[in-house]
């Protein structure tokens, strides 16, 4: 008895070294999350919501007038929502102002917008701040069709570059 | 100076009352944090950074975690306390400072000292590390442990309420009178608050005096949110929101989250948790308290783990072992002086539970850190009391006379006592260098290789009964003892030379050679060149007994010089383990062996002679 004793605490710590050889290594990495169904006023008011969009990925833009870097950045973005029409390029601005917003976007757009550019006003930051804490703008995150979200570029975005190309390409 | 400017900042928010017993700290603990390349609960960094500063396990009554959360969440107050050791009086020469009764000091008074001499440090710095004296690196040693716990404090400073908020301010953020604001509240309005300073400025310039109270409010508290970004925007010590985005699983204090723009709906929720633990700390609500740090300590990442070392600090299972090993020595030496079995009994059951605590610390790391058991010197030396202590109960089960219990009671409680020594910066949990860190390798060349170690030093032990009692026994009565002696060997041989050689293929594997003759190759191939000299001289009758047991009770030098001593060179690839702390441990273990073996050696040299002589 005293004998199967000792076996087992030696066997005890003899096994789990070996079975500790097979384990993998613990992983801290990213676990895909799917965006909260959140919802939002267009510039003329009305009101949405994220799975109204259906499944379709969704570029999620935070911007504002008064970012110098927005409004460098805000007509290259335009360009790709009008070549990846399949892609809903939802852009919050975070205006207090939802006039300043939408002049804002007509400045630059022309006179029509990409049916699948989308403004939404944010001027409480309920969605930029509270939702997904974009502290600074502009910011982007990449939404897949089942609005997982799966990558997000803090600061102003190459929308020429191949790297935002083929992860567009990749979303569809 | 960068901590009175956060001491203004806060201070008014201090919490309320000094005793904090009443908060519940199991659920704080088990909050993962990344500390030193793992993520760990929060009471192992709690515990870490205490041992580090105070050179004690925890507070009197009270738990590292609960000294820990005031580090956090009431820095003033903490930073106020006599917590630094500080035991040099070099150091205190240095530093300018008073001595006190109990060696300790406070953060604000070590940081005015600090402060008041930078060109010193800066000189101590420079210095080369083998020029340094042991006053230069306890310094340097004070400046970084000072630098780790101000960031600790400044971890949720972003989090921690603000002073005098403008009620226009509070309006435009929606919060009511009596609530709190804080810096990353504020951050909301921060593109507002900046367009009405610059009204406030074009309009009136700098001429405060000409402000409105509400335009004083608003250049206050701009003037104190750059102040705090600029002292703690780097804070990125205390690492508690994993990022939803870097794909390397990196994890990131509150205010990196902020800084690399990593925010999420995740880490928003966390915020808050944070946001609200702290609010329960400074206004002692345990039931908010224990909410949050419930939802906090329910994060991802191996939860159970988590709890498996919480518990782990808690039990202590290697202390017990200790006692218990101690008790069976102990009683063992009594047992067989008094020839009573009742207390044989009871010495076996002490090792037995002893090792049955041993074994379940082993499984214990092992499970927390998933890997095999041995990495560092201090895993090699309690695996290796584990080994001693296994060997021991197996020797007692063949023959119940207490030979066993006493050896290897000796061997496993002071290899535990020694572990400590080696206990890399308080962290016996600790990562491994990359080149270790092969778990294959771990569970053969090192388990084999420390396995050899285990048995060769209970058959040096067992060597060192034998020539005890060969000065008053004549050796025809010790026949068994040195048979045993022998078997012993043998089982030592057998791993040590296992061992080196799968050393020998891991090194080809990573170093691209089999074998480079290392220091640390060398200490191997050492043991296995005496084991084998002496088991052939023994079996060939080259060497008589009294020589071969002579030659087997040193073999006990021969493994510390190859497993301690050759990290003492500071030479060689295996550069993981060199440490300076044993070095006068080793040179006094030697030396006493060394006098142990030839003192007994001439008795029973001279009492055999008498004894023909007669």
Known sequence: MRRNVILLFVAAVLLTSFWMVFQETPQTTVQMQEAPDFSWQGADASHHRLSELGAKPVVLHFWASWCAPCREEFPALIVAARRNKNIIFLTVSGDEDGARAEAFIHQYAGQELPDNLLVAVDSTHALAFDMFQTVQYPETILLDSAHHLRRKFPGPVDWKGKDVQDYLNQLR | ????????????????????????????????????????????????????????????????????????????????????????????????????????????????????????????????????????????????????????????????????????????????????????????????????????????????????????????????????????????????????????????????????????????????????????????????????????????????????????????????????????????????????????????????????????????????????????????????????????????????????????????????????????????????????????????????????????????MLAHIYLIKRTWQPASMLALLEQRIYRVAIVALFFTTVGTMLGGIWADQSWGRFWGWDPKENGALLIVLWLIWLLHGRVGGQISVLGFVIGMASLSIVVMLAWVGVNLLSVGLHSYGFTSVAANGLLIFCTTEAVFIVVTSIAIYTLRKIKHAA
């Open chain 2, 1 to 460: 100076m960068k901590w009175l400017a956060i001491l203004l900042l806060l201070i008014p928010f201090s919490s309320v009352a000094d005793n904090h017993t009443e908060l519940d700290y199991k659920d704080f603990m088990r909050i993962p944090v990344l500390h030193e390349g793992r993520i760990k609960p929060m009471d192992s960094v709690a515990r870490i950074m205490f041992k580090r500063i105070s050179g004690h396990d925890a507070l009197p009554g009270n738990s590292a975690s609960a000294w820990f959360a005031g580090v956090l969440f009431d820095p003033v107050r903490a930073g106020a306390q006599k917590w630094f050791l500080v035991h040099s009086p070099d150091v205190l020469h240095m530093l300018s400072l008073p001595e006190s009764a109990e060696g300790t000091y406070s953060y604000e008074e070590l940081e005015g000292a600090l402060a008041s001499h930078t060109p010193l440090l800066k000189l101590v710095a420079a210095k080369d590390k083998k020029d340094q004296t042991a006053a230069d690196q306890e310094v340097l040693r004070l400046f970084f442990l000072m630098n780790n716990f101000a960031e600790f404090m400044e971890s949720f400073s972003l989090l921690m309420p603000l002073a005098d908020i403008d009620p226009q301010v509070r309006e435009k953020l929606g919060v009511k009178d009596n609530a709190d604001v804080t810096y990353f509240d504020l951050l909301k309005i921060r593109q507002t608050l900046r367009e009405e300073l610059k009204n406030i400025v074009v309009r009136k310039q700098d001429h405060i005096d000409k402000y409105s109270a509400h335009e004083q409010s608003i250049a206050s508290l701009m003037y104190r949110m750059d102040l705090l970004e600029a002292a703690d925007k780097e804070n990125a010590l205390l690492r508690v929101i994993p990022s939803s985005w870097d794909e390397s699983g990196q994890w990131f204090s509150p205010w990196s989250v902020i800084e690399k723009g990593d925010g999420s709906p995740a880490s928003a929720a966390l915020f808050q948790h944070w946001h609200l633990l702290a609010q329960a700390y400074l206004h002692k609500d345990a039931a908010l308290w224990k909410a949050e740090s419930e939802a906090l300590s329910a994060t991802p990442a191996r939860t159970w783990a988590l709890k498996l070392e919480v518990l782990y600090h808690r039990l202590n299972p290697l202390g017990i072992s200790l006692a218990l090993y101690i008790l069976a020595s102990v009683l063992g030496f009594v047992a067989t002086i008094r020839r009573a079995p009742a207390i044989l009994t009871a010495s076996y059951g002490a090792l037995l539970t002893g090792a049955g605590f041993h074994a379940a610390a082993l499984c214990a790391r092992m499970a927390i850190l998933m890997r095999p058991p041995v990495g560092t010197l201090y895993e090699s030396m309690i695996f290796v009391s584990f080994i001693a202590s296994a060997f021991g109960l197996w020797l007692e089960q063949n023959k119940k006379n207490g030979e066993g219990l006493i050896i290897t009671g000796l061997i496993a409680s002071l290899l535990l006592a020694c572990a400590s020594v080696f206990a890399a910066d308080e962290d016996t949990l600790g990562v491994l260098v990359a080149v270790l860190n092969t778990r294959f390798w771990l569970a053969t060349h090192v388990v084999c290789i420390t396995t050899g170690y285990g048995a060769s030093l209970v058959a040096a």
